[in-house]
C-alpha cells in the first residue's frame, strides 16, 4: 500500500496485462499471519495517506478511494476480533465508530462489494453479532 501507488502516480505511462506475475508466498511469521499487534494499525495509516496523496491529484476517485478505506478498516477489524488490550478494543471501537458513520456511503455504493456491505448490517447490530457473522464466516 505504502508504495506501489506512488510509483504509478510518477508513471508517465501504466501498462495493464493479464497474465499473473505475482505469485504470494506463505510465511508462517509475516505480519499478515500473526497475531494483532500494534504493527497493524499501519494498514489503515498507510491507507489513509494513499487516500489523500490520491485524491490531491484524482478527486474523482473519492468513491473508489473510500472503498479501499472501508476495506482497510474492516480488514484490520477482523484482526482485532479477539483483542482483550483495553488499549486495542479503545483502537477497535474507533474503527467500528468509522464505519459507522459511513454505513450510509457503505451501502448506497453498488461498486462496494457484498461482503462489506453484509459486514457492515452486522456492526450495525452490535459488534457481538458482527464477531458471531465473522467467526460464521470463517469456518468457510
Not at 494483532?36 to 490520491?54: L, R
Request: hydrophobic share 40%; aromatic share 12%.
Amino acid at each position: 500500500i505504502g508504495t506501489t501507488y506512488k510509483l504509478m502516480i510518477a508513471s508517465q505511462e501504466i501498462a495493464c496485462g493479464y497474465e499473473s506475475k505475482y505469485h504470494y508466498i506463505f510465511h508462517e511469521n509475516s505480519i499478515v499471519n500473526s497475531s494483532f499487534s500494534m504493527k497493524k494499525m499501519d494498514m489503515i495509516d498507510m491507507t489513509d495517506q494513499m487516500a489523500e496523496d490520491v485524491l490531491n491529484i484524482y478527486p474523482e476517485l473519492k468513491r473508489a478511494v473510500h472503498r479501499r478505506q472501508v476495506y482497510a478498516r474492516f480488514s484490520t477489524l477482523n484482526q482485532m476480533i479477539n483483542v482483550k488490550n483495553a488499549e486495542y478494543r479503545k483502537m477497535r471501537d474507533e474503527i467500528i465508530k468509522y464505519l459507522r458513520k459511513n454505513s450510509f456511503a457503505i451501502m448506497r455504493d453498488h461498486k462496494n462489494p457484498k461482503r462489506d456491505k453484509v459486514a457492515m448490517i452486522g456492526l450495525m447490530l452490535g459488534f457481538p453479532i458482527y464477531k458471531i457473522m465473522y467467526k460464521m464466516n470463517s469456518r468457510y
